[in-house]
C-alpha cells in the first residue's frame, strides 16, 4: 500500500462546475499537507499548503485537511477551461525531513467549455 | 536566473551509459530537491540538499545515482550504466531554506534509456 492515495481520474467536468480532488494517507507523521497542480510538459506549481486540520481557502480554492482520518481534500469552486491540468497532492513530514516531500498519484481534471 | 533552470531539457541515451542531467536553481534558494516523475505517477523523492550537503538521500534507488551541489547552486544529477528503467522526467525544485513550504519546480529533463 502507498503512503498516498488519489484517484488518477480522469475527471471531466463543464465550466463552472465544483471540482473535489481528494487523498488519503497512513502516516501519521505527516505535518503538512500541499496541493500542486501540473500543466502538461510543465513542473508542478504549489497551488497551496497547510499544516493543520481544517479549511484553508485561497480563491476559488478550499484545501481541507482532516488529520484523524488521514483524508485531504482541494475543491475548485465556479471551474475553468484553464484549471485543466494534473493536481497533485503532496505531503511532508517536517523535522530533519523536511525537504522530502510524498506525493499522491496525480488526478487528471479537464474542464470544458 | 527568473526559475529553477534544468538542462538538457530531454535526454536519449543507450542502455548502459552513462548521464548527467543539471539543475540551477533560483538564485538564493539554499534547499534543492531532485525527484523522478514515471509516466501517470506523481513524482517521487530522491536526494535534497541543504547547502552543499546532502541532507536525505533516501530517495536513491541504489548506487547507479549519485547527485553532487559541490558550491551550494548547482547541481548534477549523475546515473551510471542507465537501464531502460531509468527512463522518466527528472525533476529538480528549490526553496529558501528547507524549511520554506515553497519549493519551485523545474520543467524537468525527459530521460529516455533506449
Known amino acids: 500500500q502507498k503512503e498516498v492515495e488519489q484517484d488518477p481520474g480522469p475527471l471531466s467536468v463543464p465550466e463552472g462546475a465544483i471540482v473535489s480532488l481528494n487523498c488519503t494517507y497512513s502516516?501519521?507523521?505527516?505535518?503538512?499537507f500541499m496541493w500542486y497542480r501540473q500543466y502538461s510538459r510543465k513542473g508542478p506549481e504549489l497551488l497551496m499548503y497547510t499544516y493543520s486540520s481544517g479549511n484553508k481557502e485561497d480563491g476559488r480554492f478550499t484545501a481541507q485537511v482532516d488529520k484523524s482520518s488521514k483524508y485531504i481534500s482541494l475543491f475548485i469552486r465556479d471551474s475553468q477551461p484553464s484549471d485543466s491540468a494534473t493536481y497533485l497532492c503532496a505531503m511532508g513530514e517536517g523535522g530533519t525531513s523536511y525537504g522530502k516531500l510524498t506525493f499522491g498519484q496525480g488526478t487528471i481534471l479537464t474542464v470544458h467549455p | 536566473g527568473a526559475g529553477v533552470s534544468q538542462t538538457p531539457s530531454n535526454k536519449v541515451t543507450e542502455k548502459g551509459k552513462y548521464v548527467e542531467l543539471r539543475c540551477d536553481p533560483i538564485s538564493g534558494h539554499t534547499a534543492l530537491y531532485w525527484y523522478r516523475q514515471s509516466l501517470g505517477q506523481g513524482p517521487e523523492f530522491l536526494i535534497y540538499f541543504q547547502g552543499t550537503g546532502a541532507a536525505d538521500d533516501s530517495g536513491l534507488p541504489n548506487d547507479r545515482f549519485f547527485a553532487v551541489r559541490p558550491e551550494g547552486s548547482v547541481s548534477t544529477l549523475k546515473i551510471q550504466r542507465t537501464e531502460r528503467g531509468d527512463s522518466a522526467v527528472y525533476l529538480c525544485?528549490?526553496?529558501?531554506?528547507?524549511?520554506?513550504?515553497?519549493?519551485?519546480f523545474g520543467q524537468g529533463t525527459r530521460l529516455t534509456v533506449v
Open positions: 502516516n501519521s507523521a505527516f505535518q503538512y
Open positions: 525544485a528549490s526553496s529558501l531554506q528547507a524549511g520554506s513550504t515553497e519549493a519551485f
